[in-house]
């Protein structure tokens, strides 16, 4: 009898994307609360330790949903225009979702990373404005965990339909 714990799954990794956008924007708070001097497009302020520690966190939480789901969710993918055609919506759509969720992966973290990397610094540092990393790269953590949980959603009835039908176009083991 196989185990359903797909809900568990979807839980969990919303919980993390969730709780990875809620660091995102309190880091963004926390860097606002640093005195700084701003003129016109450039800025010189104090870093702030823990907007660095939260904006850290929120990016391993990330890194951590987006790995759980594809771990436990398989790839799929289409190597032709062909298998593309003939494969089914909810195949079209996990790898839809996949794509999705790579990219804003990849502009989430990058965001969040820079973040907290512009107050890791120990010293005050001037350069070009770079406020809103924090909260942007939090915000697209609650897009990351619809797109994550379409992905797991639609690739397990991607399994289940192929199971079904006894010719599974991609061994997902």
């Known amino acids: 009898m196989a185990k359903n714990y797909g809900f568990l799954v979807c839980i969990l990794v919303m919980v993390l994307d969730i709780v990875a956008g809620i660091l995102g924007i309190q880091a963004e708070i926390a860097q606002n609360k640093v005195k700084d001097l ?6 010189c302020r104090d870093p702030s330790y823990e907007a660095f520690k939260l904006g850290l966190a929120a990016s391993i939480l990330l890194a951590f949903a987006h790995a759980i789901t594809h771990l436990l969710g398989g790839c799929i993918c289409m190597r032709s225009k062909e298998e593309c055609q003939r ?21 989430a973290f990058s965001l969040l990373i820079l973040g907290a990397l512009a107050n890791s610094r120990s010293r005050e540092s001037c350069g070009i404005s770079n406020r809103r990393f924090l909260s942007i790269g939090g915000i697209l953590c609650f ?7 379409g992905y797991y959603v639609s690739v397990t009835a991607t399994r289940r339909e192929e199971k079904r039908q ?3 176009i991609v061994d997902h083991t």
């Open 38 to 43: 701003k003129m016109w497009v450039f800025e």
């Open 143 to 149: 897009i990351h965990g619809l797109f994550t949980i």
């Open 87 to 107: 494969a089914t919506a909810n195949r079209q759509l996990a790898v839809a979702f996949l794509i999705f969720s790579w990219i804003v992966l990849a502009i």
């Open 166 to 168: 006894g010719n599974p």
